[in-house]
């Protein structure tokens, strides 16, 4: 089975803070994994993503993220936020067999939220 | 090109009625996803339609709900004799191909409330 874990629901931080946002998973196979954002009153959109290769992928907006195998996480950082950054984000693996077949199993979202 | 489109934006309905909500994904995309929403928790799968069929309907909760994709393209999601339990944000998501790997596009939702 697969499980998506976020640590923390809430994290408040001042702008230009840094800011690392935890998550870890489980999996009985090989993963794909995402992080994706919601913006207030906005759909869901995909941030970055890994599917081989380099272990840390970054996204267009300054956000990085590490895949480590080792302890099964897929930490989300940024070295200097903005109050635009204020926005819930998910956590989410998929793979290619079985279960994990297209399907995105998602944490419960960690609220990020920036103060001036 | 225009997105991932669902209609409507909100429905509130009597406990008991029965409810479709719909999705219109991205044109060319094969795979397309339902997925629920409830407030404070991240999206639960529901159903992921390959073309016109099913290949998995494992998180449907129960035979209240069933989805169809009749022509590969617009699904409907179909919920009869709604419970106050099933008021959440249902979400639709499309992309190219089913593999894992293939980015989800994700529509705006349809927010249910049942009284």
């Known amino acids: 089975a697969q499980s998506v874990t976020q640590l923390d629901s809430q994290v408040p931080v001042f702008e230009e803070a840094p800011v690392e946002l935890r998550c870890n998973y489980s999996?009985?196979?090989?993963?794909?994994l995402f992080w994706y954002v919601q913006y207030p009153n906005q759909g869901l959109q995909l941030l970055l993503k890994?599917?081989?290769?380099?272990?840390l992928v970054e996204s267009i907006n300054g956000f990085e993220a590490e895949f480590n195998k080792s302890q099964t996480s897929f930490h989300l950082r940024k070295p200097s936020v903005h109050i635009s950054d204020t926005a819930e984000y998910f956590c989410?693996?998929?793979?290619?067999?079985?279960?994990?077949?297209?399907?995105?199993?998602f944490g419960r979202g960690t609220q990020l939220t920036v103060w001036p | 090109g225009a997105g991932v489109s669902q209609t409507p934006s909100n429905k509130v309905t009597e406990k008991g009625k029965y409810v479709e909500l719909r999705c219109d994904p991205i044109?060319?995309?094969?795979?397309l996803y339902w997925y629920r929403q409830s407030l404070g928790q991240g999206p639960e799968f529901l159903i992921y339609?390959?073309?016109?069929?099913?290949?998995?309907d494992s998180g449907l909760p129960n035979d209240r709900f069933f989805a169809v994709r009749p022509e590969g393209s617009v699904s409907t999601l179909k919920i009869q004799r709604t419970e106050r339990g099933d008021s959440a944000v249902y979400l639709c998501?499309?992309?190219?191909?089913?593999?894992?790997?293939?980015?989800?596009?994700f529509g705006p939702g349809t927010r249910l409330t049942v009284t």
């Open positions: 890994y599917l081989s290769g380099s272990t």
């Open positions: 339609f390959q073309g016109t069929g099913a290949a998995d």
């Open positions: 998501a499309s992309s190219l191909s089913g593999g894992g790997r293939y980015e989800q596009y």
């Open positions: 999996s009985s196979v090989s993963v794909y």
């Open positions: 989410a693996v998929s793979g290619d067999r079985g279960s994990t077949l297209g399907r995105l199993y």
């Open positions: 044109s060319g995309h094969t795979a």
